[in-house]
């Protein structure tokens, strides 16, 4: 062990000994001074700090100094009642407060007592507790205030980790302080409980065991019970104070002394008003001579300080643009201009209330939520999304932006809501601004208030302007998911899973397949809105299938087919029942003697017009299931499920493709058309 830890646990050792071992009285008196040495170096320590998290350690430190103050106690108590002596420090002490007149040195004494006991050590313990108790009820917003920052892109991940690390150690310091502050309070008690003993039982031991006169016993053991109980309440007193400090301090860029002198004295014309109404005070009966030197003194004081802040510092414009022209044509300059982010949303500049706070706006809380549902529904982590005005875009207008390109966009009327019919027809009657609604491309159109409860009584959905923006936000990153996951992201995912699973990740990667393997095979899922965050299962399959084939096409199939409880609970739901579009034998025939196999892969090879008859029926048959307003399902062959979905993808995305080995046996399938050729 360090010398360092080695000194601490001495230390204890000691404290423990001096418990039950008399000490000489020289020894004492050691201790004694360095007790009050070490309440110096704290409170000294305590006004230097520019945050409390800078003394972390101090209620630890002040349990072991109140431990050590009442193992002093102990010790000198115990030397006074049985030698009527505790050293030269105890005797000094006392004999300097007490003078020729025990009584007023003992009021002197019982005076510093009550100032420790109901006035530091009672306001540090307040202190302390409403401080931990606002610390508390503040985490929760701050944490929300980092998470709003970071996806604004004001903070990277790292600050935004440093800063809630921050906030846990701050209540987790000010709770400790709380209960550290108790011992405080209990060791003042403590004091004066010892200082009692020591001045009734020393007089009664005097008397009949040491042989002493009243008078002279009085004397004796008032001069060392005042004398141990100052060298006792001095450091306790220090050490108060130095509690009130750290736990009253604000987090500031500099120490205590400069904050005070600086801010006491940022306003010299005051000093000038002080110096006026001290100079009048000495027309009273108060000394016009020392009146007058202390208002000459605060008046010169003023004088100074306004002389210094007529001439700052005036910096050298020069160097100060040529700096700048220097920056700008530094290569490192250049090269954060190639910074781009991966998710970008701007807005006109009449939607800004929507993400200020201060108006109102919960856009950004709203963001840090869609983040975290989305990882719980897609099992990645979304980037930050990067938020901010453009006097380029309508005022109502917003975009949203995947890599720097544009992939959606939209208009919101923030006085207004929007009123959707789904399922009715709407009802003309209702005035209001014809629109589309941005996610789902629904007819709907921007109410005013007035009318939002008769739209609602008429069957109408009615969504407020923020929670337009959200959805639409939500849907088009589930779109381009599998965009957003690259080969350093999936790297990521792939160690969090070899935290608890490193047997089966040093089994797939980097042999037989490399993180790009793999993140094919992810971003393949999540295209088809298959969620990954069941990755355990997914590098299963991989393990298995991996050794017979490295086509991340085929790999991605059967991944499919072992998340069939996933899959089947996405699209069947809690009633196990499934309403599909079957294809026939003929298409799957065909289908399956035109794909070709390459050495890089194996694709659809189908003249076009094979093509357009296919999805021509495709389009017809999952229409039938549109006006039933179900999903649009189609069920085939596990043989042919991946050429058919890339064949119906170009025209159209939104039906999906499933095949039977990816349902569960227990799901009701009810075939309501069949996909057919001539």
Same mark, same amino acid.
Request: net charge negative; proline share 4%; aromatic share 6%.
């Given at each position: 062990?360090?010398?360092?830890? #080695?000194?601490? +646990?001495?230390?204890? *050792?000691?404290? @423990? &000994?001096? =418990? !039950?071992?008399?000490?000489?009285?020289?020894? $004492?008196?050691? #201790?004694?001074? +360095?007790?009050?040495? *070490?309440?110096? @170096? &704290?409170? =000294? !320590?305590?006004?230097?700090?520019?945050?409390? $998290?800078?003394?972390?350690?101090?209620?630890?430190?002040?349990?072991?100094?109140?431990?050590?103050?009442?193992?002093?106690?102990?010790?000198?108590?115990?030397?006074?009642?049985?030698?009527?002596?505790?050293?030269?420090?105890?005797?000094?002490?006392?004999?300097?407060?007490?003078?020729?007149?025990?009584?007023?040195?003992?009021?002197?004494?019982?005076?510093?007592?009550?100032?420790?006991?109901?006035?530091?050590?009672?306001?540090?313990?307040?202190?302390?507790?409403?401080?931990?108790?606002?610390?508390?009820?503040?985490?929760?917003?701050?944490?929300?205030?980092?998470?709003?920052?970071?996806?604004?892109?004001?903070?990277?991940?790292?600050?935004?980790?440093?800063?809630?690390?921050?906030?846990?150690?701050?209540?987790?310091?000010?709770?400790?302080?709380?209960?550290?502050?108790?011992?405080?309070?209990?060791?003042?008690?403590?004091?004066?409980?010892?200082?009692?003993?020591?001045?009734?039982?020393?007089?009664?031991?005097?008397?009949?065991?040491?042989?002493?006169?009243?008078?002279?016993?009085?004397?004796?053991?008032?001069?060392?019970?005042?004398?141990?109980?100052?060298?006792?309440?001095?450091?306790?007193?220090?050490?108060?104070?130095?509690?009130?400090?750290?736990?009253?301090?604000?987090?500031?860029?500099?120490?205590?002394?400069?904050?005070?002198?600086?801010?006491?004295?940022?306003?010299?014309?005051?000093?000038?008003?002080?110096?006026?109404?001290?100079?009048?005070?000495?027309?009273?009966?108060?000394?016009?001579?020392?009146?007058?030197?202390?208002?000459?003194?605060?008046?010169?004081?003023?004088?100074?300080?306004?002389?210094?802040?007529?001439?700052?510092?005036?910096?050298?414009?020069?160097?100060?643009?040529?700096?700048?022209?220097?920056?700008?044509?530094?290569?490192?300059?250049?090269?954060?201009?190639?910074?781009?982010?991966?998710?970008?949303?701007?807005?006109?500049?009449?939607?800004?209330?929507?993400?200020?706070?201060?108006?109102?706006?919960?856009?950004?809380?709203?963001?840090?939520?869609?983040?975290?549902?989305?990882?719980?529904?897609?099992?990645?982590?979304?980037?930050?999304?990067?938020?901010?005005?453009?006097?380029?875009?309508?005022?109502?207008?917003?975009?949203?932006?995947?890599?720097?390109?544009?992939?959606?966009?939209?208009?919101?009327?923030?006085?207004?809501?929007?009123?959707?019919?789904?399922?009715?027809?709407?009802?003309?009657?209702?005035?209001?601004?014809?629109?589309?609604?941005?996610?789902?491309?629904?007819?709907?159109?921007?109410?005013?208030?007035?009318?939002?409860?008769?739209?609602?009584?008429?069957?109408?959905?009615?969504?407020?302007?923020?929670?337009?923006?959200?959805?639409?936000?939500?849907?088009?990153?589930?779109?381009?998911?599998?965009?957003?996951?690259?080969?350093?992201?999936?790297?990521?995912?792939?160690?969090?899973?070899?935290?608890?699973?490193?047997?089966?990740?040093?089994?797939?990667?980097?042999?037989?397949?490399?993180?790009?393997?793999?993140?094919?095979?992810?971003?393949?899922?999540?295209?088809?809105?298959?969620?990954?965050?069941?990755?355990?299962?997914?590098?299963?399959?991989?393990?298995?299938?991996?050794?017979?084939?490295?086509?991340?096409?085929?790999?991605?199939?059967?991944?499919?087919?072992?998340?069939?409880?996933?899959?089947?609970?996405?699209?069947?739901?809690?009633?196990?029942?499934?309403?599909?579009?079957?294809?026939?034998?003929?298409?799957?025939?065909?289908?399956?003697?035109?794909?070709?196999?390459?050495?890089?892969?194996?694709?659809?090879?189908?003249?076009?017009?094979?093509?357009?008859?296919?999805?021509?029926?495709?389009?017809?048959?999952?229409?039938?299931?549109?006006?039933?307003?179900?999903?649009?399902?189609?069920?085939?062959?596990?043989?042919?499920?991946?050429?058919?979905?890339?064949?119906?993808?170009?025209?159209?995305?939104?039906?999906?493709?499933?095949?039977?080995?990816?349902?569960?046996?227990?799901?009701?399938?009810?075939?309501?058309?069949?996909?057919?050729?001539?």
């Amino acid at each position: 062990m360090k010398a360092r830890d #080695l000194s601490v +646990l001495i230390g204890v *050792i000691i404290i @423990i &000994v001096m =418990l !039950v071992v008399p000490l000489p009285g020289g020894l $004492l008196s050691i #201790l004694l001074l +360095l007790n009050i040495s *070490i309440a110096l @170096i &704290v409170i =000294l !320590v305590a006004m230097n700090t520019k945050d409390a $998290l800078e003394f972390s350690v101090f209620p630890t430190l002040l349990l072991l100094l109140t431990l050590f103050r009442l193992a002093l106690n102990v010790s000198t108590t115990r030397s006074i009642l049985s030698e009527g002596s505790a050293g030269g420090v105890v005797e000094t002490f006392g004999s300097f407060v007490i003078g020729d007149n025990a009584l007023v040195g003992f009021v002197v004494f019982i005076i510093l007592v009550i100032i420790n006991f109901l006035v530091i050590t009672k306001g540090s313990e307040r202190v302390s507790e409403v401080a931990a108790r606002f610390s508390l009820d503040a985490m929760p917003g701050k944490q929300m205030s980092i998470d709003a920052d970071l996806n604004a892109g004001l903070i990277s991940e790292s600050e935004a980790k440093e800063r809630r690390e921050k906030v846990e150690h701050e209540a987790d310091f000010h709770g400790s302080m709380d209960g550290a502050s108790k011992f405080v309070k209990g060791d003042a008690i403590a004091g004066i409980i010892i200082v009692l003993i020591n001045i009734l039982f020393g007089i009664i031991i005097g008397m009949v065991q040491m042989g002493m006169s009243f008078n002279e016993a009085i004397n004796t053991f008032t001069r060392l019970t005042v004398g141990d109980g100052l060298v006792s309440q001095i450091p306790a007193l220090l050490i108060s104070t130095a509690t009130g400090i750290v736990v009253t301090r604000s987090s500031g860029n500099e120490n205590l002394g400069s904050e005070v002198t600086t801010q006491l004295l940022q306003y010299p014309k005051l000093l000038y008003i002080a110096a006026a109404t001290i100079f009048f005070l000495g027309f009273t009966p108060i000394n016009f001579f020392l009146t007058t030197i202390i208002a000459l003194i605060l008046a010169a004081s003023a004088y100074a300080l306004q002389n210094q802040t007529k001439e700052p510092d005036i910096p050298d414009v020069e160097e100060e643009v040529q700096s700048e022209s220097t920056q700008m044509k530094s290569p490192e300059n250049v090269i954060n201009l190639l910074s781009m982010d991966q998710i970008e949303f701007e807005f006109g500049y009449a939607l800004i209330p929507l993400a200020d706070a201060n108006q109102g706006g919960d856009l950004l809380d709203r963001i840090v939520m869609i983040r975290r549902q989305l990882a719980l529904e897609l099992g990645i982590v979304i980037p930050v999304v990067r938020i901010r005005d453009n006097i380029q875009l309508g005022p109502n207008e917003y975009n949203l932006k995947i890599k720097g390109n544009e992939v959606a966009a939209g208009e919101v009327l923030l006085d207004h809501y929007l009123a959707m019919a789904p399922g009715i027809d709407e009802d003309d009657e209702l005035d209001g601004v014809d629109t589309k609604e941005p996610a789902f491309g629904l007819p709907a159109k921007w109410i005013s208030e007035e009318l939002k409860d008769e739209a609602e009584l008429s069957g109408y959905t009615v969504v407020d302007p923020p929670s337009v923006v959200s959805t639409h936000i939500t849907e088009v990153i589930k779109q381009y998911a599998h965009t957003l996951l690259g080969r350093q992201e999936t790297k990521q995912l792939v160690d969090h899973l070899k935290e608890n699973y490193s047997i089966l990740v040093e089994e797939v990667t980097p042999e037989p397949l490399s993180i790009g393997d793999i993140q094919k095979v992810l971003a393949k899922l999540l295209r088809e809105n298959v969620s990954v965050r069941n990755l355990p299962v997914i590098f299963e399959t991989l393990a298995d299938f991996s050794k017979m084939t490295n086509d991340t096409e085929l790999l991605g199939e059967y991944v499919r087919q072992s998340l069939s409880a996933q899959i089947t609970k996405q699209y069947a739901g809690e009633d196990m029942s499934l309403s599909v579009v079957t294809v026939s034998g003929k298409v799957e025939k065909l289908i399956a003697e035109h794909v070709k196999q390459t050495e890089h892969g194996n694709y659809l090879s189908l003249d076009p017009e094979a093509q357009q008859t296919i999805i021509s029926s495709v389009h017809e048959e999952t229409e039938k299931l549109a006006l039933q307003e179900e999903t649009a399902i189609v069920l085939c062959s596990p043989a042919i499920r991946m050429y058919l979905k890339q064949l119906l993808d170009r025209f159209l995305p939104q039906v999906v493709v499933l095949s039977y080995n990816e349902l569960e046996p227990n799901v009701q399938v009810q075939s309501v058309g069949v996909v057919n050729v001539a």
